[in-house]
């Protein structure tokens, strides 16, 4: 197979405090957040790391959380010195830091960006203080404002914000008037998705009351992709609209089944070689993934990608893409041909869920795009 774009991702696993929606890999703060030593574990990881690149150049590099504007500009500088010291990174590489505006002090944003972060992801998730209660979220809107006006001020010209519709007792109009609110810090990308009640979070256990049905939901996202449409925002992903060509580099080379790199606690990584394609993930509880580098021992699970689990693999990215995929993509990132990709498209083309392009590739249709999950799912392997 021939060399893949790279990406790297880096995990940062603490937040203030927990919100009862999230399921990602994130630890309340407090005394078991060892930053110094945290870091430590990074940069041996990173070591590594460095080591499963064997030379190749770095397009992005993203710092996720939980919340990486818990740590101080400093910290971050020291953490992306390291990755410039350890990697070729390209010289124009999209570098993301997430930040919730809970965390960022007035005036962080600027030793941020001199650290080396030229992208910025700010956890907004509403301008409406009453549904930012109701997510358990510790901002507020009006800090939601300050973060933006501090990064601008700073010199960010590279930002996105997320946010959340679907959320409880949240009728058309009011998920409408805060994407509008939105709109009008007029970030370069938006991340608009909907609340989801996923397994193991308080939500899930406890559902919040007065949830949107699936009727409001489907209103609220078509009106809202008009609305973004006209002011100017490319939708590119199921979630995800861009103005003037700003895309998230390093999600789209999730998407398109690129490889990336992976350090921090939990964080899962995905490496193409000559002859297959491997998935890993680091220890998931920050004491252990400590623990485990500082020992110096093998600090990834690592599990070769099935030639039966390969497609499934593929679509479960690719398909997010409004866009869709070429043929010549498909056969280049997973090592089958056309024929196994025709094979793999026609019941869901008979389903109506994908379509062909005019350049001989694939896209979901509306109603695919509308029941991703479920056309994801058709690409399942068989078991016998």
């Not at 580098?293 to 990215?317: G, K, P, R």
Request: net charge negative; aromatic share 8%; charged share 25%.
């Amino acid at each position: 197979m021939k060399r893949l774009p790279l990406s790297l991702y880096v995990h940062l696993p603490w937040c203030a405090r927990k919100c009862p929606y999230c399921d990602f890999n994130s630890h309340t703060a407090g005394e078991h957040m060892q930053k110094r030593r945290y870091l430590d574990a990074l940069l041996i990881d990173l070591g590594h790391e460095a080591e499963r690149a064997a030379g190749r150049r770095v397009e992005t590099v993203f710092l996720g959380g939980g919340t990486p504007s818990l740590f101080m500009p400093e910290e971050i500088d020291r953490l992306l010195r390291g990755v410039r010291d350890m990697f070729e990174v390209a010289a124009d590489a999209e570098i993301t830091m997430e930040a919730n505006p809970g965390t960022v002090e007035c005036g962080s944003p600027a030793g941020y960006l001199d650290a080396g972060v030229n992208r910025l992801s700010i956890g907004g998730q509403s301008l409406n203080d009453d549904a930012l209660r109701r997510l358990g979220r510790i901002h507020s809107s009006d800090d939601v404002l300050r973060v933006v006006e501090a990064a601008r001020a700073a010199g960010f010209d590279n930002l996105n914000i997320d946010l959340m519709h679907g959320l409880p007792g949240q009728d058309i109009d009011a998920a409408i008037a805060d994407l509008r609110a939105v709109i009008a810090l007029e970030p370069e990308h938006i991340s608009w998705y909907q609340l989801t009640l996923e397994p193991n979070t308080v939500f899930h256990a406890r559902p919040p009351p007065a949830m949107p049905d699936d009727d409001t939901i489907f209103e609220i996202e078509q009106q809202g992709a008009v609305v973004l449409g006209s002011a100017g925002y490319r939708q590119y992903e199921i979630s995800a609209f861009a103005r003037d060509d700003r895309a998230c580099r390093h999600n789209v080379n999730y998407w398109l089944f690129g490889d990336y790199l992976a350090a921090g606690a939990g964080a899962h990584g995905k490496i193409t070689t000559c002859a297959e394609v491997i998935r890993y993930r680091k220890p998931t509880n920050p004491l252990q993934y400590m623990v485990t580098l500082e020992s110096h021992t093998a600090a990834a699970d690592e599990q070769a990608v099935s030639a039966d689990e390969i497609v499934f693999e593929f679509m479960l990215n690719a398909l997010r893409l409004k866009e869709g995929f070429s043929e010549a993509l498909f056969c280049e990132r997973t090592g089958l041909d056309g024929r196994a990709l025709d094979r793999a498209m026609r019941p869901a083309e008979q389903n109506r869920l994908v379509e062909r392009t005019a350049s001989g590739g694939w896209r979901p249709t509306e109603m695919g795009s509308r029941f991703l999950n479920d056309l994801q799912a058709s690409f399942l392997p068989t078991r016998t």
